[in-house]
T-cell receptor, first 119, second 111 residues
Framework: AQKVTQAQTEISVVEKEDVTLDCVYE???????LFWYKQPPSGELVFLIR??????QNEISGRYSWNFQKSTSSFNFTITASQVVDSAVYFC????????????????FGQGTILTVHP | NAGVTQTPKFRILKIGQSMTLQCTQD?????MYWYRQDPGMGLKLIYY???????DKGEVPNGYNVSRSTTEDFPLRLELAAPSQTSVYFC??????????FGPGTRLTVT
C-alpha cells in the first residue's frame, strides 16, 4: 500500500525566513508520481508541482524549490524568503502509474503541514 | 472557464437523510475524482471516473454512490447520512499533465 508521511504538523516562521517542508513516501511501484498542493485559508486546493519517479532533477520555480531523492524516498519542498501569503496547509501526494506509465491520478495524500508566516 | 464547480457550498443533514453533491467541470477532462477531507487530515479518495459511464471505488467508498452520464458532471450521492460522513467534500478533474483541478468544496455536517 502507498503511504505519504508529512512529519511536520505545523511550522511557524517569520517573513523572509526560508522554510523546508518534508515529505517521505512509501510505495512498491517502480513508476509513480509525486505532487505538492497548497490549501490556503480560503479552502481550495492549488496544484504546485508534479514529479515522476524517473526524474530526480531538482526543480526551482521562483521562490519555490523541490528536492526529490529516491534513495531516501523523500520529496521535500523549500520556500525561500517566505511571505505572509505563503501561509497555508501544504499537502504532499503520491499516485501510482498505469501500465502505460501515466499517472492514474488516484492520489494518496499526506496529512499536511500547516505553515504560518508571521509579518 | 469556470473550472470545477460544486454545489452546495454548505449543507446540514439529519441522520438518515440523503442528498446529492453536484460537481461539474468545463475543461473536457475525462478523469474526475471525489475526495473527503476530515479535520486536520489529508484527502481520501471516495470514487473516481475515467470517463462517461465508467466509475470505480476509491479508498473510502462505503455509504456513497456516483454516476457519470456525461463528461462534465460527476455527482456524489449520500444515502442514509451518518455522523461519520461529516466532512468537507472535494471534487476534482485531471488535466493533461496529471495535475488535478479542485472545486471549492462542500462542507457537510450530519447531526
Amino acid at each position: 500500500a502507498q503511504k505519504v508521511t508529512q512529519a511536520q504538523t505545523e511550522i511557524s516562521v517569520v517573513e523572509k525566513e526560508d522554510v523546508t517542508l518534508d515529505c517521505v513516501y512509501e510505495t512498491r511501484d517502480t513508476t509513480y508520481y509525486l505532487f505538492w498542493y497548497k490549501q490556503p485559508p480560503s479552502g481550495e486546493l492549488v496544484f504546485l508541482i508534479r514529479r515522476n519517479s524517473f526524474d530526480e532533477q531538482n526543480e526551482i520555480s521562483g521562490r519555490y524549490s523541490w528536492n526529490f531523492q529516491k534513495s531516501t524516498s523523500s520529496f521535500n519542498f523549500t520556500i525561500t524568503a517566505s511571505q505572509v501569503v505563503d501561509s497555508a496547509v501544504y499537502f504532499c501526494a503520491l499516485s501510482e502509474a498505469s501500465a502505460g506509465g501515466t499517472s492514474y491520478g488516484k492520489l494518496t495524500f499526506g496529512q499536511g503541514t500547516i505553515l504560518t508566516v508571521h509579518p | 472557464n469556470a473550472g470545477v464547480t460544486q454545489t452546495p457550498k454548505f449543507r446540514i443533514l439529519k441522520i438518515g437523510q440523503s442528498m446529492t453533491l453536484q460537481c461539474t467541470q468545463d475543461m473536457n477532462h475525462n478523469y474526475m475524482y471525489w475526495y473527503r477531507q476530515d479535520p486536520g487530515m489529508g484527502l481520501k479518495l471516495i470514487y473516481y471516473s475515467v470517463g462517461a459511464g465508467i466509475t470505480d471505488k476509491g479508498e473510502v467508498p462505503n455509504g456513497y454512490n456516483v454516476s457519470r452520464s456525461t463528461t462534465e458532471d460527476f455527482p456524489l450521492r449520500l444515502e442514509l447520512a451518518a455522523p461519520s460522513q461529516t466532512s468537507v467534500y472535494f471534487c476534482a478533474s485531471e488535466g493533461l499533465e496529471n495535475e488535478q483541478y479542485f472545486g471549492p468544496g462542500t462542507r457537510l455536517t450530519v447531526t
